[in-house]
């Protein structure tokens, strides 16, 4: 009998988003990491935007987050597979991430099966309808000429317009954002995929606020809240099934 029953979902943490404690926020993943129990968990998503700006040179990395990645290696070290989906924020991840062992998801999306359940999990950016702008910005931002090109600029420039960019972002401004339920395209997105394939659960990032729906088709949908303010994740166990989420969230 298999004794890893336990798999971690996390994201949007926004490492090094200068918005309230962001020290405070970094011990704090610090800790979630340390404290997942490494012999008994097969398996950690980090579902996107877990750096607020990433951006990786051939030979140069941003500087920095050495207990994030020491407590990520260890995990790794202790037979966890550790799953890393870029997000809209850290896209720009290339080896460093694949050489430190985890496993980089680049498709949009991702179908998995964990016992006897099957999971559909990526970042949720850019699936489902409309948001043609943001999705030509993805292609560009995903394409190999703005990669190349970005490669000759100078680190001091890319981390400027990074930060520029962040500090920009609605999320520095406080904004929090409503899930419209089934008015939102990623809803209708994800009932249309479960319509083709069975899926029990939609695990998705990006949307800043906490959602668990069941959608007609009897999957159930569920987005992680950012770490701004607390430490959410979600946790699956092959024993008992979804366990939900935590810190426990109040409908
Ligand atoms: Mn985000």
């Known amino acids: 009998m298999e004794k890893r029953t336990l798999s971690y979902f996390a994201s949007d943490v926004h490492l090094g988003l200068n918005v309230k404690d962001a020290q405070a926020r970094e011990s704090r993943f610090v800790k979630f990491l340390k404290d997942i129990p490494a012999e008994e968990t097969e398996a950690l998503y980090l579902l996107g935007d877990i750096w607020d700006f990433w951006y990786e040179y051939r030979d140069v990395v941003p500087k920095g987050y050495v207990e994030v990645f020491s407590a990520i290696s260890d995990l790794i070290n202790a037979g966890v597979k550790v799953y890393f989906f870029p997000g809209n924020h850290d896209i720009w991840c290339y080896h460093y991430f694949e050489s430190l062992g985890m496993i980089v998801v680049r498709d949009r999306y ?8 099957t999971f559909c999990l990526a970042h ?8 043609l702008g943001y999705k030509f910005l993805r292609a560009v931002f995903h394409g190999r000429f703005f990669q190349v090109l970005m490669g000759l600029v100078h680190p001091r420039i890319t981390f400027a317009i990074g930060h520029n960019w962040s500090r920009r972002s609605r999320l520095a ?28 659960y939609f695990i998705f990032g990006h949307y800043h606020c906490h959602a668990d729906e069941t959608l007609p088709s009897g999957a159930r949908l569920m987005i992680l809240n950012d770490w701004i303010d607390e430490s959410p994740y979600f946790l699956f166990d092959r024993k008992s099934g979804m366990v939900g989420s935590f810190p426990k969230i109040e409908k």
């Open 173 to 200: 401004k406080n904004y929090r954002y409503e899930f419209r339920g089934k008015d939102e395209p990623l809803y209708g997105w994800a009932q249309d995929f479960s319509r083709q394939a069975q899926i029990d």
């Open 124 to 131: 949720g950016d850019g699936l489902g309808r409309g948001m």
């Open 110 to 117: 991702m179908v998995t099966t964990i016992g006897e359940r």
